[in-house]
T-cell receptor
Framework: SAVISQKPSRDICQRGTSLTIQCQVDSQVTMMFWYRQQPGQSLTLIATANQGSEATYESGFVIDKFPISRPNLTFSTLTVSNMSPEDSSIYLC?????????FGEGSRLTVL | GQNIDQPTEMTATEGAIVQINCTYQ??????LFWYQQHAGEAPTFLSYNVLDGLEEKGRFSSFLSRSKGYSYLLLKELQMKDSASYLC??????????FGAGTRLAVHP
């Protein structure tokens, strides 16, 4: 199993500002994934963060809005840029284990 | 394209059995996952099926038919703490999971 720590666990942000979410894993992993869960919705994959290369974004998500860093095999950051109320969501970091996907506890962002 | 569908809500009685169905469409398939998510918490892994058939794990079982694009999660001896959302997801490749909208299960006394 993998232990994933995310910071911040929650935050209240002002419209137009940016916030960076950190994800730390207790073991080295090749791929890390960032998901978004909007209120009352299921999880949507934002991007795959690969160490040593640019992140791969899913349809509907762009690097300018959600820049991702992956400086090493245990750490990644997701920035939510120029936030609007529509960005109010839970953002989850995840990694692949043996036969399952492990999730961090999530970062709950509220944009006013 | 890729698509996954599951009922929005279900209710059941404590001690009973409930079956949550999931249907999916995808060109590439690397397994079917079920996750449980309590309100305000991150999803937790329940099961993974990559071959056809039934996988049993305690009170929870999961079934997969790849030819039909169909899975179900069976919960036995329901307890109040089983009230949660249950997320069906398939892996279409590269370890990415595509999630369904989730089924909110309410267990009543």
């Amino acid at each position: 199993s993998a232990v994933i720590s995310q910071k911040p666990s929650r935050d209240i942000c002002q419209r137009g500002t940016s916030l960076t979410i950190q994800c730390q894993v207790d073991s080295q992993v090749t791929m890390m994934f960032w998901y978004r869960q909007q209120p009352g919705q299921s999880l949507t994959l934002i991007a795959t963060a690969n160490q040593g290369s640019e992140a791969t974004y899913e349809s509907g998500f762009v690097i300018d809005k959600f820049p991702i860093s992956r400086p090493n095999l245990t750490f990644s950051t997701l920035t939510v840029s120029n936030m609007s109320p529509e960005d109010s969501s839970i953002y989850l970091c995840s990694v692949v284990g043996t036969g399952e996907l492990f999730f961090g506890e999530g970062s709950r962002l509220t944009v006013l | 394209g890729q698509n996954i569908d599951q009922p929005t809500e279900m209710t059941a009685t404590e001690g009973a059995i409930v079956q949550i169905n999931c249907t999916y469409q995808t060109s590439g398939f690397n397994g079917l996952f079920w996750y449980q998510q309590h309100a305000g918490e991150a999803p937790t892994f329940l099961s993974y099926n990559v071959l056809d058939g039934l996988e049993e794990k305690g009170r929870f079982s999961s079934f997969l038919s790849r030819s039909k694009g169909y899975s179900y999660l069976l919960l036995k001896e329901l307890q109040m703490k089983d009230s949660a959302s249950y997320l069906c997801a398939f892996s279409g490749g590269y370890n990415k999971l595509i999630f369904g909208a989730g089924t909110r299960l309410a267990v009543h006394p």
